[in-house]
């Protein structure tokens, strides 16, 4: 019997704030980072990764809190994990101690679902198939026994999951035939960080076009004539056919929200992504309301499936971003793509950062073959930074995500990254006092 020995943890952080990748209008300086998660099989050659994301300070909060799901995964057998993932995720969702951190939301959840993922990565691994391809591949029963529908059933039971799965298994294969020719769309942010020169975000965002990029995003919020400003500039270089998102991460109360949104009303928005708090459903609804026809999107930060749940009853939204790495694992993004598809919400899957692309293409992927049976009305995020720092890194190629073949949920990083960028002792992190000053 193969059996789970340890849960290895590591605090890996990028200095990208040097080059303001990444910069946004509530986070001008980000280090991305990974708390890296390795479960450690007595099998040779057998592991599991996965990780949460964060930017910079506080990763270190994030890995112990992954360490302090240790006496739930080590000495497990492998085989009683991933045949039973939904368990698995229940006991360290249901620690009643751990538990009072949340419940659900915030550190402990991210840790939680880091572990989940990884457990995802090894069952994938284990089958030899990519992530994607073995959620397509489950039946639509051991699917919905992922899910924890616990808080969800006056939106969405577990039959209603499994009437929704069923009609889709008919012209699964027709789906996957079509995801293996074509891939699946992207979009790009690269163009738009905040911290960038006109000059620079106008040839970022030709460069993108002549990739193939449909949809381009700008980040926004920091001071609204310099909106106008770029997002007028940016239609200009890209023309009317392109799509321009604008993304201003929490930056406004609900009437600033709706009086920026206006401001930008000429320029034909692809979706404002991101335009209040998170949690504040009813003011997503009321800016929706006030701003139509320009789509409303969050759910980068939402916490969990409850608050998907919620924006979905409440009209709040015209299209949502999961986020791989910020919910309960796949099995949360699982309920949060069913609940998506009962309710005709769009998904634009959120990435970016270190490894977001790498994981959330898998989910978007499974989305289309086995749930939703949709991608063309719907995109990726891709940002062109950190890739090579992955065993299985993402392929993007005429603005489409290929769907990848190695066994696995791509997020296994190179062991030389880990000992390259461990913070704080790390040598990327030993730098010329000069150099930090200059930070
Ligand atoms: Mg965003």
Redesign the pocket.
């Known amino acids: 019997m193969t059996k789970i020995t340890a849960l290895d943890t590591y605090d890996v952080r990028f200095p990208t704030s040097r080059e303001l990748d990444g910069s ?1 209008a509530m986070n001008p300086d980000p280090d991305y980072s990974a708390a890296y998660v390795v479960l450690r099989t007595d099998q040779p050659g057998l592991e599991g990764y996965g990780f949460a994301f964060t930017i910079g300070r506080g990763n270190d909060v994030q890995k112990v809190a992954i360490d302090a799901l240790a006496h739930h995964v080590s000495g497990l057998s492998v085989d009683d994990v991933i045949g039973d993932l939904g368990g698995f995720a229940k006991r360290m969702i249901g620690d009643s101690q751990l538990r009072w951190l949340g419940p659900e939301k915030g550190v402990m959840h991210m840790a939680i679902g880091a572990v989940i993922n990884a457990a995802w990565d090894l069952a994938a691994r284990m089958a030899g198939k990519p992530l994607w391809r073995f959620i397509a591949d489950m039946t639509p029963e051991q699917l919905v026994a992922t899910i924890d529908f616990r808080y969800l059933t006056d939106a969405l039971t577990p039959e209603e999951a499994l009437t929704m799965l069923h009609a889709a298994k008919v012209s699964k294969p027709q789906r996957i035939a079509t995801l293996l020719a074509e891939g699946y769309p992207a979009y790009t ?1 690269s163009p738009g960080w905040l911290g960038y020169s006109d000059e620079k975000m106008q040839r970022l965002a030709r460069e993108a076009v002549a990739a193939g990029f449909r949809t381009i ?1 700008l ?1 926004v919020g920091m001071n609204v004539e310099d909106d106008v400003r770029r997002c007028r500039l940016a239609r200009e270089t890209v023309g009317p056919d392109i799509g321009i998102a604008v ?1 201003a ?1 929490q930056r406004w109360d609900v009437p600033d929200a709706i009086a920026w949104l206006r401001r930008l009303s000429d320029v034909n928005i692809a979706w404002a ?2 335009p209040t708090s998170p949690d504040d459903i009813i003011g997503h609804a009321a800016i929706r309301r006030a701003v139509t026809p320009v789509p409303v999107s969050t759910g ?1 930060h939402t916490h969990n499936r409850v608050m998907f749940k919620q924006l979905f009853q409440a009209g709040a939204v015209d299209l949502v ?1 999961i986020d791989a790495a910020r919910v309960g694992g796949v099995n949360e993004n699982l309920a949060i793509l069913l609940l998506a598809a009962k309710f005709g919400v769009r998904v634009f899957p ?1 990435a ?1 950062g270190v490894g977001l692309c790498e994981l959330v293409q898998h989910l978007a992927m499974a989305d289309f073959v086995a749930i939703s049976g949709k991608k063309d009305d719907r995109a990726i ?1 891709f940002v062109d930074h950190l890739h090579e720092h992955f065993v299985d890194p993402v392929i993007v190629r005429n603005g489409c995500y290929i769907a990848p073949e190695s066994p696995g949920f791509s997020a296994q990083m190179h062991t030389g990254t880990l000992a390259h960028y461990r913070y704080p002792d790390g040598p990327a992190w030993r730098e010329p006092a000069s150099v930090a000053r200059a930070r």
């Open positions: 946004d942010t995003k980040k993304d991460n992504e991101e980068e971003q959120h970016g995020e």
